[in-house]
């Protein structure tokens, strides 16, 4: 059914793209480009700072190819989940979308990368990791599975938070049962630090917690007050272990059928959107800190060396079993 859908969307699109129509060029040359409308889907709220972040990429992508190329946002899940998404988008029936970069493990090894916990210093490093030619090249890999990737998001530093105790050290999570997003890196992490591993689906969350069937969870400060979790999760502990983007990705079917000018266009627009993007995230993490702060919430700052220590051998496991892992770390070392 889903391919059906797929293919009916394809051809839809196509034929859209068909009747938009030609309009000359910018450049005096009097060549004649194609204008195309795409489609750009995801399943976050307007609200959020990466929607702001997609709707400002639109706006210069319009700008930068005088209106040649415009994109048609579509948020909150309105196409489907990520996971379906992705899969129009691979069809061509989308243009692009935006996913963790966890979604894209299954696609290429070295997006697991981003998911081990301690690859990344701190904000600053995440940042420069993230505009590195490694990355870069990292994008185009997977141009053969039916999309690229464009730029990247900040989804922010993932910590531990808790019902009834503060995370200090890694035997705190001892005998607790921690929510996870379901991926082997992270109950990987949950297994080296102590803690099980509980997967299941964000929405589950408060009533799992309220319940005590999990202990905590781990994810950024703005799960607090967006998911309401701070009025039963009490303790939030900065051990910081991971920092997932998302990362925004165009369809290869797409992207080819492209100019040079317009390619060049979308790729200067994206890399805009995320520096529109950052000021938004961490304004958002400031005000759901104070919002918490008054729902009763603690936070903790931790010692994160114990943490590093104990998932070391699982970082070394992955490096020495994935060869592009290995790649990216590595050249995550080099950056200061």
Not at 61 to 71: A, L, R, S
Not at 107 to 130: I, Q, R, T, W
Not at 146 to 166: E, M, N, P
């Amino acid at each position: 059914m889903k391919k059906i859908i797929a293919l009916f969307m394809t051809a839809i699109v196509m034929l859209s793209m068909a009747a938009c129509g030609t309009q000359k060029s910018s450049n005096g040359s009097g060549s004649e480009q194609k204008s195309v409308t795409l489609k750009l889907a995801h399943n976050l709220n307007e609200q959020h700072p990466v929607h702001l972040a997609l709707a400002e990429f639109a706006k210069k992508v319009e700008e930068k190819t005088n209106g040649q190329v415009k994109i048609q946002i579509f948020p909150n899940g309105q196409l489907g989940s990520e996971s379906e998404v992705l899969e129009q988008l691979q069809a061509g029936a989308v243009a692009l979308t935006k996913v963790s970069a966890t979604a894209l493990t299954t696609y290429e090894d070295g997006y697991n990368a981003f998911s081990l916990p301690y690859v990344f210093n701190d904000e600053n490093h995440f940042y420069k990791c993230m505009e590195s030619d490694v990355v870069k090249e990292l994008y185009n890999k997977t141009k053969d599975k039916g999309f690229i990737g464009l730029t990247y998001y900040d989804s922010g530093a993932r910590s531990f938070y808790t019902a009834k105790k503060a995370i200090n050290t890694p035997q705190d999570l001892k005998g607790l049962k921690i929510r996870v997003m379901g991926f082997k890196s992270q109950t990987d992490m949950m297994q080296a630090l102590g803690g099980t591993a509980v997967s299941m689906n964000y929405g589950d969350v408060y009533t799992a917690l309220q319940s005590g069937v999990i202990d905590g969870c781990e994810n950024n400060e703005t799960a607090l007050t967006i998911g309401k979790h701070g009025e039963v999760a009490k303790y939030f502990s900065y051990d910081e272990h991971t920092r997932i983007p998302d990362i925004l990705v165009i369809s290869s079917k797409v992207w080819d059928s492209l100019t040079a000018d317009q390619q060049k266009a979308i790729q200067e627009a994206a890399k805009d959107s995320t520096e529109f993007q950052k000021p938004l995230w961490k304004k958002s993490v400031q005000e759901a800190v104070e919002q918490a702060k008054s729902m009763g919430v603690k936070f903790n700052d931790v010692d994160k060396k114990p943490f590093k220590e104990a998932v070391a051998p699982m970082i070394e496991k992955y490096s020495n079993e994935m060869i592009e892992v290995k790649k990216l770390l590595d050249a995550f070392k080099t950056i200061q």
